[in-house]
């Protein structure tokens, strides 16, 4: 069985330019979640896919979008970055469809915005 | 507005004995949650879970209780193992979709 895989493992990027962080879900999943994990709190909910449509959306601007391909596998994209962005991005894949399906996730990407 | 609570942000506990870890959430319509462990450098790994319609889940040394009229689970650890040594976090979900987090508990089992 395959985990959830995410790349790149860290990113270095400037304020106001644009960042694609990339997640492969875990085999047998359909659903991908994203998380954002600033340093000292829980993981909080970007948005989730399935079946390639967003199915869910937390607190966070439209600058943050994401896709979701055939092969269930994702992207975050985030545009015009700022200071505050910088935090580890959790992806994570579940079963929808099996109620009550726990979240697996992948070892994050970690993002510094200077 | 944090939904999910845990006001310890660390425990000590000796190897072998029982580690209690405890999680506050405000919002009734929660009705399926999770215990999650997370090493540094690694994703949260999945723990255990627990729906709202049982008070108690056991999975090998991991239990789970659930205190619907209280809007309080715990996750008990026994025996405690240094490889416990972890920040542990608990979630919550009302729709099935979204997820709400605690701010964690740093597990530390002294050997």
């Known amino acids: 069985e395959t985990g959830v895989t995410q790349s790149p493992t860290h990113l270095i990027k400037t304020r106001g330019q644009q960042v694609t962080l990339r997640c492969s879900s875990q085999?047998?999943?359909?659903?991908v979640s994203w998380y954002q994990q600033a340093l000292g709190q829980g993981p909080q909910f970007i948005f989730q896919?399935?079946?390639?449509?967003?199915?869910g959306r937390g607190n966070f601007p439209p600058r943050f979008s994401g896709l979701q391909f055939p092969n269930y596998s994702s992207e975050l994209n985030v545009n015009a970055l700022e200071l505050d962005d910088s935090a580890l991005y959790l992806c994570?894949?579940?079963?929808?469809?099996?109620?009550?399906?726990?979240?697996?996730f992948g070892n994050g990407t970690r993002l510094t915005v200077t | 507005d944090q939904q999910v609570k845990q006001n310890s942000p660390s425990l000590s506990v000796q190897e072998g004995r029982i580690s209690i870890l405890n999680c506050d959430y405000t919002?009734?319509?929660?009705?399926?949650f999770l215990w999650y462990k997370k090493y540094p450098a690694e994703g949260p790994t999945f723990l255990i879970s627990?729906?709202?319609?049982?008070d108690k889940n056991e999975d090998g040394r991991f239990t789970v209780f659930l205190n619907k009229s209280a809007k309080h689970l715990s996750l008990h650890i026994v025996p405690s193992q240094p490889g416990d040594s972890a920040v542990y976090f608990c979630?919550?979900?009302?729709?099935?979709?979204?997820?709400?987090f605690g701010t964690g508990t740093s597990l530390t089992v002294i050997p």
């Open positions: 896919y399935y079946r390639e449509e967003e199915n």
């Open positions: 919002n009734s319509m929660f009705d399926y």
């Open positions: 627990i729906s709202s319609i049982k």
């Open positions: 979630a919550a979900s009302a729709v099935g979709n979204q997820f709400y």
């Open positions: 994570a894949s579940s079963l929808s469809g099996s109620y009550n399906s726990p979240l697996h």
């Open positions: 085999s047998g999943h359909n659903t």
